[in-house]
């Protein structure tokens, strides 16, 4: 059981990190650039594939660890970092739908870590 937290940990990690690196390419984009050469090759952007990268090392040694029909209900966490995110760095709104929606989620999660 300890062994398959420790993988539980490890997928979360990747999964906020992902979320990370969506908020690194969005700011990147939000810029603008002298050339299409340079939309690619800038810090922002190519720390921010390396990092997905990474992400998809650490889910692949997170579902050695743990059962298959667990990853994406820990994956489903990325809807909630990146809204998150996107109302604390880029302010945006979070309409009455879109709360229904992460509230969804969230007892999907509860359902399968409780009953599962």
Known sequence: MTSELGHVVVLL???FVSAVSQVMLKKAAMRTYSSHVAE???PL???????????TLLT???YQGIPLSLGPVLEATSYLYVTVFGVT???????????????LIVAGILVFALWG
């Open 13 to 15: 990690v990747a999964v």
């Open 40 to 42: 690619y090759l800038n």
């Open 45 to 55: 952007v190519i720390v921010a594939y390396v990092l997905f990268v990474g992400c």
């Open 60 to 62: 692949i040694l997170a």
């Open 89 to 103: 760095i880029f302010h945006e709104h979070v309409g009455r739908e879109k709360i229904v929606a992460l509230a």
